[in-house]
């Protein structure tokens, strides 16, 4: 098991100029500067465009991952990534949303990160070479693994009472689950569908699960506006 934090810039964050200046971020901080670490000189001095919520401007990365650290949920994603899965940057995007404690990447270490909207650079993550290695970390955490898929047997997500300490583990976008994590999971719930398909996108099933435990055991009141 491996945690990173990847370097450089991301999508959100190239220079930019003219109209799309004006129309993403803030500019300059007007003097005189606020005053503290997790403020970055280079920011209050040339402005700040990435993609972070106002409490956030001009802070330093790790002042944002410091105070995000401080009110992170019990809750656990992860995400078998045995075919290079397109889903994980959504589902990372999402996890930063919900200030999920980690997202566990299981399988292949690389990914394609654009969806994730460098996101990932505030958001813990995991690498674990096989399922049972992230069953074994569960385990040593006292989390209780919930797949989520569209299996016999499986439970609605949405009568369903989630465990607080919970890992939710997502299979990937062509396949679904392993067969080792199908068995190795105390519970596999399904999400409700009423149209043709077979199924939806792994990314946006994980959005709904998060956001299933979100509303049972989330407390609203520590929520952050975004505008």
């Known amino acids: 098991m491996t945690e990173h934090a990847p370097d450089g810039p991301g999508p959100t964050e190239w220079p930019s100029a003219g109209l799309a200046a004006a129309l993403v971020g803030v500019g300059p901080h007007p003097q005189p500067w606020p005053v503290g670490d997790r ?4 920011l209050l001095a040339a402005g700040d465009s990435r993609n972070v919520i106002d409490r956030y401007r ?3 990365r790790e002042a944002i991952v410091a ?11 992860a995400i078998e990534n045995f075919g290079h899965d397109m889903n994980i940057g959504t589902v990372v995007r999402t996890a930063n949303a919900f200030a999920v404690a980690a997202v566990h990447i299981v399988g292949r270490r690389r990914w394609n990160r654009r969806g994730a909207m460098v996101t ?4 813990h993550l995991q690498h674990h070479a096989d399922v049972d290695s992230v069953m074994e970390f569960a385990r040593a955490a006292g989390l209780v693994v919930v797949a989520v898929d569209n299996l016999p047997g499986s439970v609605a997500i949405e009568t369903t009472e989630l465990p607080r ?7 990937q976008e062509s396949s679904g689950l392993t067969p080792a994590a199908r068995e190795q999971a105390a519970l596999t719930v399904s999400i409700a569908q009423f149209g043709s398909t077979r199924s939806i996108n792994a990314g946006v099933a994980a959005g709904i699960a ?18």
């Open 58 to 60: 001009y802070w330093r």
């Open 120 to 123: 990932d650079r505030y958001q």
């Open 165 to 171: 300490n919970c890992l939710l583990l997502f299979g």
């Open 210 to 227: 998060m956001h299933a435990w979100i509303r049972q055991h989330a407390d609203l009141r520590t929520a952050l506006p975004t505008g």
């Open 39 to 42: 403020y970055d000189p280079e």
């Open 67 to 77: 105070d995000l650290d401080t009110r992170r949920h019990p809750l656990h994603v």
